[in-house]
C-alpha cells in the first residue's frame, strides 16, 4: 500500500520515526483515520522542557510503559504528537521543533503553516531509525 498523505508543504508525507516506532497506527508516520480522536499529525523533535509539560499536564510521554510496548521518549526522539498538545505547548512555550516534511496536511486544519514554520526544526531529514 502507497502512503498517498501529504505534508504541510505540498509533499508525499515523509516517515517521522521507526526508532521508537510513532504514529497513531505505528507506522512511523503522522498518519491520521476516523478512530484518532487525537489527532497524532505532528512530527516534533521532543525537548526535555516538552517532555517535563508533557507530564505536568498529565500526559506522562517519557516513563516506559512495556505493556504498550513503550519505552518512553528521551530529548531528539522524534514523535506523532497530538495537534492539539502541540498548540497546548506552544502557547505555554514548551512547544517542540516542528519536522514540516513529516507533519501531515491534515495539520493545517487546526494550526497554520506559518506558526509551523516558525517552530520548525533545522533537521528536515529522513526519520529517525
Known amino acids: 500500500m502507497i502512503n498517498e498523505a501529504r505534508n504541510v508543504l505540498g509533499g508525499q508525507l515523509l516517515a517521522c ?9 505505528r507506522t512511523g508516520c503522522c498518519e491520521s483515520g476516523p478512530d484518532d480522536v487525537g489527532r497524532h499529525l505532528v512530527c516534533v523533535r521532543v ?5 517535563a509539560f508533557s507530564r505536568q499536564v498529565g500526559n506522562d510521554l517519557s516513563t516506559p510503559r512495556p505493556e504498550y510496548r513503550f519505552a518512553g521518549l528521551k530529548p531528539g526522539d522524534r514523535w506523532c504528537l497530538c495537534a492539539m ?16 516534511e513529516a507533519t501531515n496536511e491534515l ?7 506559518g506558526t509551523l514554520k516558525a517552530n520548525a526544526s533545522d533537521a528536515q531529514t529522513g526519520p529517525a531509525s
Not at 17 to 25: I, Q
Not at 47 to 51: G, I, S
Not at 85 to 100: H, M
Request: hydrophobic share 50%; no cysteine.
Open 17 to 25: 520515526s521507526y526508532a521508537p516506532l510513532t504514529g497513531f497506527y
Open 47 to 51: 525537548t526535555a522542557e516538552f517532555l
Open 85 to 100: 498538545r502541540w498548540k497546548e505547548a506552544l502557547e505555554a512555550g514548551f512547544a517542540p521543533p516542528v519536522v514540516l
Open 107 to 113: 495539520t493545517l486544519r487546526l494550526i497554520d503553516l
